[in-house]
Each structure stands twice: as C-alpha cells, then as structure tokens.
C-alpha cells in the first residue's frame, strides 16, 4: 500500500478518499487554491500545499502545479476524485510518466479510449454492448445531420465527443434547426473540451438513466499491452446499478438503487452488458458504465420494466462518481479502497460471486442553489447553522462546519446526504426524517426541493424520466416548498467586526501552516484583491472590472457617465457573445451566454443602448461581478 497520497481535489470527495487513506493507514495531501486556504478538506489533510490562485484553471486544473505538490510532499499515488482533472488523459499520463507516482485510476489509454465517444461507440458495439443508433464517425456538415433524421426519425442529438452531463449536446426536432444546432454544439465542444468534433445519436423520448458501478483489475497486470487483450470478463465486478433518473438539464439530482424500476432479468443483462464492455475496452480500477433505458410511460408502477426492455450503452465515466455512495451503501464495498488497492498492485478484494446488494439506498445533493429560481447557484453566504441529520442509516459526506464560508467559486455542493433502509418504502420515509432533520442556516439549498419529491407521486412510484423535472413538474410547487422549509443566504458583512481569535494561514516553499493567534479589540486585517497567489505567467486573465467616471482602480474599465457596464453574476464560462462594438441592443436582448454549474444563462441587457465595447469571448472564463459588455 502507498505511503502517502495527494488527492488533487477539493470539498467533500477530498475527504472522502482522505478518510479512505486514513483507514488504510496512508498519510494524506491537499492542493488548494487561494480560496480554499481554510477549507474543510485543508484541514483534514496531514499536510497541504497551495497550486495557485482561485481560479481553477490557475490551481485545480494546473496539472505541473499538482504534480510538483505531490513531488514537493513526497507523495506516492496522486488521486484525482470526480471533476477537475479526473477524466483528462493527458493529466494521467503526465501522473504515469512521474518517477515515484502512481496514478490512481485507469490507464491514460483507457480514459483517451472511452473519452472519444466514438471510440467508446465501437468498443461496446463490438462487445455485444447494445448502443443507440448513431454515427461512429465525427459529423462535420449539416447534410450528415438531415441524412440521420431522414432515416431513423426526428429528434436527433448532437454531442460533443469529450461531453458529458448534458454539455456540447443540442437536441433537433426537425431540419430546419440542424445547421444552427450543429454550429452549437460544435462552438461548445471546442469551449469546454478543446474538441469541436461531433457525433448523431436517436434521441430516446422516454429515457431512464440507468448506470452500472464497476471495479476492474489486470491479475497479469499487462492489459492493454499487446494487440491480444489480457483483460477477462472475470476480471470485472459490478456492484449493482444506480437509478440517476431525476434530473434537471440533464444533470443529476437524486440518486439512488436498486432501481425501482427494472425487473430483476433486466437489472442481470445491463450489468453483465457492463462487465462485458469494460473487459473488451482493457478498464481497470473503479468506473460506472452509463446506460438508457427505455421508459413505459403507460407502466403499472407496480410492475417493473421486463427483460426485453430495450437499453442502450451511453457512456463510460472513467472515474469516482458523485454517487458512489448509494452502491457503498448497498454492498458495504469501501469503492476508494479498492481504486487505492488496485492502484497499489494488491487486487481487488472482491470477486462477483461476493457482491450482495441489501435494501435501498438514495443519495440526496445537497447543494447551495435555489430551486425556486431556476436553480440558480448561491453567490454568498456563510453556514451560521449548519446541524446534520443522523440515525440508523443516515450518512453525510461533507467538507463544511458551521461558521464557515460558502467557497462560490467552483461548484454548488456542500454536501451529500446518502439514506440506507432495508426497502425503497421504509428508506423514503427515512429520508423525510432526515431531510427535516437538517438544519442549515445562513445559506440557501435546495433541501426544501428534496422534501418536495418525497412526496411527488411520480417520483415515488418510480416512473419518472430524465425529462421530468424539465418538462412536467410544476414550478409553482418548488417555489411554494421553497417558501415553507427554506433558508436565504446571509452576507459576510453582518458578522461582528470584532475578533477575539485569529486563524492565520502560513505558506513556506508553498506548504501550509497554520498559526492561531488571540487578540482582544484588534481591527480586521485588510487582504490584497486576488490573495498572494497571484496568476501565473501563462494562466488566463481576468476580465476587467468596472470603474465609474469618478474614480476606482487604474486597471478597470472606464463607464462614460450614462452609460451600463453589464457584468457576471456568477463564475462561469462563455459560451457565445452575440453582440459586437456598434451593435443596438433594447432592454431583455440576449447580449452573451454563460455556463456555471453546467447551466447555459442568457446575459441580457437591462435597458437599450450601443454596445461601446467587448470585453469577453466564447470560451473565456470569468469571475462574478467581470465586466463583459460595456453599453453607452
């Protein structure tokens, strides 16, 4: 086993694998940017080093920085967690190629095989995977597109090759809107993925989100080595499926297994499909095999889905998931554990004839966002009450303590809550006690829209889709849910000036220290905007911020009298701006488009005026309150 692991990541799945290590014995290692310097996985770790400033692309996603903290730390094994640079192949071979490293997942072959969606298509076609009707090869004109509508039907999908979780996909209804969404997802792709290469898939009407949790090891340890595969069938365990079917935007909300609604031949076809599929692809370490499942919308709920109920191969998320929970819950499989046994060249500890599912388990994110408006993420806020539930069954995955602040600068998590009961009935009600147990105050969540499905018939008798939330629920009932549980985030600024003690935060060769210090009647100590880190040579920039006529920084940008600087009201990336130097606008146009929390949002002008300059471009990212378009 390794001696000591970096885990390059933050928030609760940083301490998540920490506490992992710490069973196993491991030391432990933090990265953190500028503004995570007193974050909960910080503070957990025995040792952490600073990679850079608050924006992620500048510590986070800076993979030479993240390697040399390892290097600098003396660590053995970097693990990466889910998000940020989890699922980049290069980052992993960069971890490969290190002396002393081991990286802690997949092969970068692997992640670069089952990264291109293609790619990934024609191993799992090739396997015996069934896969949705679709193109194996990228699409580069608008013709390919039609062609495919003409002969499997409309809606059409296009998706980005390295997408995922519902971005640089642009759904068709007709061919009229082909070129336009072709153009989209293209510009998107090439946004988030560097990639602006596109494939068609038949867009399923009544989907279900079914994946399957797998663990895989190379008993030769040679897989994907020679043109003969090594890697077995029986080298591959599934842990069961989880059902991610509530969704909003194609993102997940609620998760949970077994799934209410398959039938037991089906749930045994779908996961030895999976096992098949990452076997022929030479997989090890942990994963979860995606798939859809075609929905009876006509369906007795008591009465679940069949075993001729068509599926479909949908994607290989090579790394940890969010809800890795609800299948530890269901099998008492530590997942972390065996990616670090693995890893660590001892094998998986399990075989599938030892994989027992017991009764029901769902997992709850509770993240700062507001459901009632359109889920718009929190900008602020501290957690001045922050009391977990607990109880038989209950567990809560989280980096946060009360007092502390809201970090708004990456994504909307604070923490997991994840219900084990011996059934589906007994594990929502569970839930309910659980969800009314959780007190937090000071910053806004969507634990009242939680509180509201346990009581959604639809949700309760198993039968929605992946395109309930978007299409049928009514908005009213989260805003009225919203109304009568929820908590509104509360500024900073109404904490008591007055300090008695300090936290001080010292960095030597760029290793963390802390120093507590008690002062009695002492005056806040100001801070430089941007923090000591500062960006690097080749790091983005940030967009500029405004200044009025009347003075402020040099460095802003200058607002005639009159005129409007429009800014970002959160974090995010752009997508696309629409409007150029010279253009009119009236008040509601559509000026830019933003994506934060995987969420496109239309930037629109408050009132009518000339578009006097353009400070962002598509694929830029920007801090909230970054001036974008400046009108006169």
Known sequence: MFDK??????????????????????????????????????????????????????SYLDGEAVVDAARA?????????????????????????????????????????????????????????????GTTEPVTDVDAVTEFGDEHGYPVAIKAEGGGGGRGMKVVESAGEAEEALESAKREGEAYFSNDSVYLERYLQNPRHIEVQIVADDPDGDAGDDADRSLDESDVVHLGERDCSLQRRHQKVIEEGPSPALSDELRERIGEAARRGVAAADYTNAGTVEFLVEEDVDRDPSEPLGPDTPFYFLEVNTRIQVEHTVTEELTGIDIVKEQLRVAAGEGLSVSQD???????????????????????????????????????????????????????????????LIVWAPDREECLARSKRALAEYELDGV??????????????RFVDGTHTTKYLDEELDADLVADAQEKWGTESASASDDDEEVSEREFTVEVNGKRFEVELEERGAPAIAVPEGGA?????????????AKSDDGGDDGGVDVAEGGEAIEAEMQGTILSVDVGEGDEVAAGDVVCVLEAMKMENDVVAERGGTVASVHVGEGDSVDMGDVLIVLE
């Not at 634990?447 to 959604?456: A, G, I, K, S, T």
């Open 73 to 133: 730390a003396g660590a053995d094994a970097i693990h990466p967690g889910y998000g940020f640079l989890a699922e980049n192949a290069d980052f992993a071979a960069r971890v490969e190629a290190a002396a002393g490293i081991t990286w802690v997942g997949p092969s970068s072959d692997a992640m670069e095989r089952l990264g291109e969606k293609t790619h990934a298509r024609r191993v799992m076609d090739d396997a015996d995977v069934p896969i949705v009707p």
């Open 354 to 416: 030892d994989v027992e599912l017991g009764g029901h388990a769902i997992e709850f994110r509770i993240n700062a966002e507001n459901a009632a408006k359109e889920f718009q993420p929190a900008n602020e806020g501290r957690l001045d009450t922050y009391d977990p539930p607990g109880g038989i069954g209950v567990r809560v995955d989280d980096a946060l303590r009360q007092g502390d602040e809201l970090v708004t600068d990456y994504d909307s998590m604070i923490a997991k």
């Open 533 to 545: 880190g500062g960006a690097g040579a080749g790091g983005q920039q940030r967009p500029p911020q």
């Open 444 to 457: 806004v969540t969507i634990v009242p829209f939680h509180r509201l499905m346990l009581d959604d018939q």
């Open 5 to 58: 692991v970096l885990v390059a990541n933050r928030g609760e799945i940083a301490v998540r694998v920490m506490r992992a290590c710490a069973e196993l014995g491991v030391d432990t290692v933090a990265v953190y940017s500028d503004a995570d310097k007193h974050a909960g996985h910080v503070r957990y770790a025995d040792e952490a080093y600073n990679v850079g400033p608050a924006r992620a692309a500048d």
